[in-house]
């Protein structure tokens, strides 16, 4: 059973466009995140979301528009893709402060 | 905003050999959690562990929280032990602040 997924593994597109990328959780878990790694590997967290509501935003540009229908799901929309937004992005989920599980990641590249 | 050391940030290790690899903090934390990144880019949990000493097979880690640091030991290191090993602490309101990484090659 997949604990953390994330739908597509792997994203290429251009330069303007607009895409999502899809996360669900089958862990029963109250709170989700978005986070960011980059060509260096380094890691960010982007968002947080604690039952549908947003309580971590981390000055990310407003192109980055997260969305959770409910708590097992939390999707990330992107607007007007830029080449900088090329990176590996991660759903995590954890119940409450506890220890995050992460998914699988998707990697985008914008031309 | 804290900031999350780790050391060293590159080991190459003859298979079978063994190591520490350290994550040094600048505030105190509620939670440390040690990450290993495979060559495929998942992200695997080895351990929660914001204080004390924890053990899993050739795995464990002890955290000093009062001297905020934490340690990751690996014993009989394996190839299938590299990848990229992240320290990541958490201050508030669950978000994790990662460590820039340690990159681990075990040679056979």
């Known amino acids: 059973d997949t604990a953390v997924s994330q739908t597509p593994k792997y994203l290429v597109t251009q330069m303007g466009n607009d895409k999502s990328i899809k996360c669900e959780q089958n862990l029963g878990h109250d709170t989700m995140y978005w986070y960011k790694q980059d060509s260096k590997k380094f890691l960010k967290i982007m968002f947080s979301y604690n039952n549908k509501e947003l309580i971590i935003n981390e000055t990310v540009p407003n192109r980055f528009s997260p969305k959770s229908p409910d708590k097992a799901h939390l999707n990330l929309h992107i607007n007007s893709l830029e080449l900088g937004d090329s990176a590996v992005y991660f759903c995590?989920?954890?119940?409450?402060?506890?220890?995050?599980?992460f998914g699988p990641g998707t990697r985008l590249t914008v031309t | 905003g804290i900031q999350v050391e780790q050391s060293p940030p590159d080991l190459i290790l003859q298979e079978g050999a063994n190591s520490t690899l350290r994550c040094n903090f600048s505030d105190s934390v509620n939670n440390l959690q040690w990450f290993h990144q495979n060559p495929w880019g998942q992200l695997i949990n080895l351990f929660y562990i914001p204080s004390g000493t924890k053990q899993n097979g050739r795995l464990s880690a002890t955290t000093v929280a009062t001297e905020r640091y934490s340690l990751l030991y690996i014993s009989s290191s394996q190839t299938t032990d590299s990848g990229v090993y992240f320290c990541a602490v958490e201050q508030y309101g669950n978000k994790l602040v990662f460590g820039a990484g340690t990159i681990l090659r075990v040679k056979s």
């Open positions: 995590a989920s954890s119940q409450q402060s506890y220890e995050q599980y």
